[in-house]
């Protein structure tokens, strides 16, 4: 198949050969035309940055397996193809009062993304990652063999294969457990808060007492205004229903030739935001999709980025380092004159999550959208990182798209633990300038065992 297959930042070059599963499972029988980084698992493609990419050979469609294979109604736990989308999986689980244990910002991602990228979401505190709810899975490897990974069994390749970016083989399958819900919808609580530190004055209790917690930052607010947003708590209704979200009713039909998010419409946009959540202040029912997955009532909003797209920096620092770091990173981004459309920050807790390269740990988490301004915006990206791991932090490579060696290493320092279960035949862009780069030695991280 020849169309490019994007990442959802689409800053980054895409990958022009799709190979179907059938055309990858003929390629992986014939193991003499198989050359090393020739295949990467492809899902919905909403991934920001090129993780998602093999630009220089091909990227395996994975959504044609769709399926979901079974699914038990008295315990929650579900066998599913890994194209299979979690908007497939809320919709055929709710109805029996079960809800994914954790979802991410967007409903439109396969099943294998969401553990290939080990997700996170607003209930980090409670439920940790993704990954750890995931039960076992099938995974396709360039020899030909099946492998069917659990704690028990081929646990090495299962905890590298959680946040293992697909880099270990293709998952095929999986099964996962959900969580046991009263009901889909959620009670939300507003609280408005003007600063940053009165919101990490708030952010540990309203963590330990709510299944969901997230904040929204208006990042373009300086002075005294500086740091001030919302809190929006949130548990799922005793009393709620379970209808399932319906077709976006918004979308954006073509791409502008320029970018529509640029500072003015963002303050404007900020401004609605604020004035329209800070009226519901206080508790109110809602929608799951309206909590979980906002930016999905508008199809293809990337495009309004124009051509260039966008960069989404994600970071992550320590608790005690956050509220110094955190004004600073915000202050960073005002200072170059890059205004972030959806700015928002989250408190990790200390769940483990059984991948080796799991982004979250315990601490602070902050996200940044940011226009594609190339020069500006890698100068502003580069100082990002610097004020990151300078605290002691680590940048979420699952969102990124130009992050150097030194950075990801210094982020996941145990990243030749992943090299050293890597398929020679899987390859991604992002690992190709990383990891590649740092010319790992596995015969001497397994010496140092």
Same mark, same amino acid.
């Given at each position: 198949?020849?169309?490019?297959?994007?990442?959802?930042?689409?800053?980054?070059?895409?990958?022009?050969?799709?190979?179907?599963?059938?055309?990858?499972?003929?390629?992986?029988?014939?193991?003499?035309?198989?050359?090393?980084?020739?295949?990467?698992?492809?899902?919905?493609?909403?991934?920001?940055?090129?993780?998602?990419?093999?630009?220089?050979?091909?990227?395996?469609?994975?959504?044609?397996?769709?399926?979901?294979?079974?699914?038990?109604?008295?315990?929650?736990?579900?066998?599913?193809?890994?194209?299979?989308?979690?908007?497939?999986?809320?919709?055929?689980?709710?109805?029996?009062?079960?809800?994914?244990?954790?979802?991410?910002?967007?409903?439109?991602?396969?099943?294998?993304?969401?553990?290939?990228?080990?997700?996170?979401?607003?209930?980090?505190?409670?439920?940790?990652?993704?990954?750890?709810?995931? !039960?076992? $899975?099938? *995974?396709?490897?360039?020899?030909?063999?099946?492998? @069917?990974?659990?704690? %028990?069994?081929? &646990?090495? /390749?299962?905890?590298?294969?959680?946040?293992?970016?697909?880099?270990?083989?293709?998952?095929?399958?999986?099964?996962?457990?959900?969580?046991?819900?009263?009901?889909?919808?959620?009670?939300?609580?507003?609280?408005?808060?003007?600063?940053?530190? !009165?919101? $990490?004055? *708030?952010?540990?209790?309203?963590?330990?007492?709510? @299944?969901?917690?997230? %904040?929204?930052? &208006?990042? /373009?607010?300086?002075?005294?205004?500086?740091?001030?947003?919302?809190?929006?708590?949130?548990?799922?209704?005793?009393?709620?229903?379970?209808?399932?979200?319906?077709?976006?009713?918004?979308?954006?039909?073509?791409?502008?030739?320029?970018?529509?998010?640029?500072?003015?419409?963002?303050?404007?946009?900020?401004?609605?935001?604020?004035?329209?959540?800070?009226?519901?202040?206080?508790?109110?029912?809602?929608?799951?999709?309206?909590?979980?997955?906002?930016?999905?009532?508008?199809?293809?909003?990337?495009?309004?980025?124009?051509?260039?797209?966008?960069?989404?920096?994600?970071?992550?620092?320590?608790?005690?380092?956050?509220?110094?770091?955190?004004?600073?990173?915000?202050?960073?981004?005002?200072?170059?004159?890059?205004?972030?459309?959806?700015?928002?920050?989250?408190?990790?807790?200390?769940?483990?999550?059984?991948?080796?390269?799991?982004?979250?740990?315990?601490?602070?988490?902050?996200?940044?959208?940011?226009?594609?301004?190339?020069?500006?915006?890698?100068?502003?990206?580069?100082?990002?990182?610097?004020?990151?791991?300078?605290?002691?932090?680590?940048?979420?490579?699952?969102?990124?798209?130009?992050?150097?060696?030194?950075?990801?290493?210094?982020?996941?320092?145990?990243?030749?633990?992943?090299?050293?279960?890597?398929?020679?035949?899987?390859?991604?862009?992002?690992?190709?300038?990383?990891?590649?780069?740092?010319?790992?030695?596995?015969?001497?991280?397994?010496?140092?065992?």
């Amino acid at each position: 198949m020849s169309k490019p297959y994007q990442s959802f930042g689409r800053a980054t070059q895409p990958t022009m050969r799709g190979l179907t599963i059938g055309e990858a499972r003929d390629m992986i029988s014939a193991s003499d035309v198989i050359g090393p980084g020739a295949f990467l698992a492809y899902g919905n493609g909403r991934s920001y940055g090129d993780t998602c990419q093999n630009a220089a050979q091909a990227v395996v469609d994975m959504r044609s397996m769709n399926r979901i294979l079974s699914f038990d109604p008295e315990t929650g736990i579900m066998r599913a193809e890994a194209g299979v989308m979690l908007s497939d999986i809320i919709e055929r689980a709710a109805p029996h009062g079960w809800f994914p244990a954790v979802v991410p910002g967007t409903r439109f991602i396969t099943l294998g993304g969401a553990i290939a990228n080990d997700v996170h979401g607003k209930n980090h505190h409670r439920r940790g990652t993704f990954g750890g709810h995931v !039960e076992s $899975f099938t *995974l396709l490897r360039s020899d030909g063999s099946q492998r @069917e990974c659990r704690p %028990a069994e081929n &646990d090495t /390749l299962f905890r590298s294969t959680i946040g293992g970016m697909g880099l270990t083989g293709l998952i095929l399958e999986a099964t996962i457990q959900l969580m046991k819900v009263d009901s889909a919808d959620v009670d939300e609580c507003v609280s408005a808060f003007s600063s940053l530190d !009165e919101y $990490f004055d *708030l952010a540990e209790e309203a963590d330990a007492e709510n @299944e969901y917690a997230v %904040a929204w930052i &208006d990042q /373009l607010a300086s002075g005294k205004h500086a740091g001030r947003g919302l809190l929006m708590t949130a548990n799922h209704s005793r009393t709620g229903s379970f209808k399932p979200a319906g077709q976006a009713r918004l979308s954006v039909p073509a791409q502008p030739p320029f970018n529509v998010l640029n500072g003015a419409s963002i303050r404007l946009f900020n401004r609605v935001y604020r004035w329209s959540k800070g009226r519901k202040l206080g508790v109110h029912r809602t929608h799951y999709a309206s909590y979980f997955f906002p930016l999905d009532g508008v199809r293809r909003w990337n495009r309004l980025y124009g051509p260039g797209g966008l960069y989404q920096h994600q970071s992550v620092v320590p608790l005690d380092a956050a509220r110094e770091v955190v004004p600073a990173l915000l202050a960073a981004a005002r200072d170059a004159g890059q205004a972030s459309f959806l700015t928002v920050l989250k408190r990790f807790g200390d769940v483990p999550s059984p991948g080796i390269m799991s982004f979250p740990r315990p601490g602070y988490t902050l996200t940044l959208d940011l226009p594609n301004r190339p020069t500006k915006t890698r100068q502003l990206l580069d100082r990002l990182d610097e004020i990151t791991i300078g605290a002691g932090g680590a940048v979420n490579p699952y969102k990124d798209a130009r992050m150097g060696a030194e950075i990801f290493e210094a982020s996941f320092p145990n990243w030749w633990d992943l090299e050293c279960q890597r398929d020679p035949a899987f390859m991604s862009d992002f690992w190709r300038r990383t990891a590649m780069v740092l010319q790992p030695s596995c015969n001497k991280a397994q010496a140092a065992e």
